[in-house]
């Protein structure tokens, strides 16, 4: 079962450009994660955020969370093409249930 | 050592065959996970063992059969799979309850069923 959806699906853009990534889910949560697969590969956390933050930041990363609108958001400031890869957010569901994935392409 | 080992990367397999799928991790980690990967699709969850028990199972079909010997180890015996069964087989492990701490994925291992 899925959680999450992710918006967009694909997301194309230049190197040093901003990217924002989306994630709606549908039932409470305790916390919201984010993870990176690169292509055909093992996923990598990236961020961890709980029902009571609201901002969160790591490094180029920021992520927000809004539990009144059952939303998410995931900010890559200057990317790299080294960012390429598919990013998902997951929550909770006995375990991580994660959500559709935003495929980001970085060009350089 | 932050390390999930998953053996092998690849295997190709019929559909009379029976093979099985490892997953190695040296934490200390008390929860493991199976995950299914179609292409172009998110991961989706398979098997939660918790302290070596199985806690969860997403009405996984009896061809898949996982086993845990020991709280380093986890594996997933594969008994006449069907084609659609092709994926990629993610092995995860976390420390507590993978909704309030970071988990951490093996590689995977690339299954093909001809």
């Known amino acids: 079962s899925q959680q999450g959806e992710e918006d967009p699906q694909a997301l194309s853009i230049q190197e040093g450009e901003n990217a924002t990534m989306n994630c709606s889910y549908k039932t409470s949560i305790n916390n919201l994660q984010w993870y990176r697969q690169n292509s055909g590969r093992g996923l990598v956390h990236l961020i961890l955020?709980?029902?009571?933050?609201r901002e969160k930041h790591s490094g180029r990363l920021r992520v927000t969370l809004d539990t009144s609108k059952k939303s998410s958001s995931l900010l890559i400031t200057a990317s790299r093409a080294a960012d390429t890869a598919s990013y998902f957010c997951?929550?909770?569901?006995?375990?991580?249930?994660f959500g559709k994935g935003t495929t980001l392409s970085v060009s350089s | 050592d932050t390390e999930v080992t998953q053996t092998p990367k690849h295997l190709v397999m019929g559909m009379t065959n029976k093979k099985s799928l490892k997953c190695e991790q040296h934490?200390?980690?008390?929860?493991m996970y199976w995950y299914k990967q179609k292409a172009k699709k998110p991961p989706e969850l398979m098997f939660v063992y918790s302290y070596e028990k199985l806690s969860i199972n997403e009405s996984v079909p009896s061809r898949f059969s996982p086993e845990c010997p020991n709280s380093s180890l986890l594996n997933l015996h594969l008994h006449a799979l069907q084609p659609e069964d092709s994926a990629l087989y993610l092995c995860?492990?976390?420390?507590?309850?993978?909704?309030?701490?970071?988990?951490?994925f093996g590689q995977g291992t690339r299954l093909t069923v001809v």
């Open positions: 955020i709980r029902s009571n933050e």
């Open positions: 997951a929550t909770d569901g006995g375990a991580l249930i």
């Open positions: 934490m200390g980690h008390r929860a």
């Open positions: 995860a492990s976390s420390q507590g309850p993978a909704m309030n701490t970071e988990a951490f």
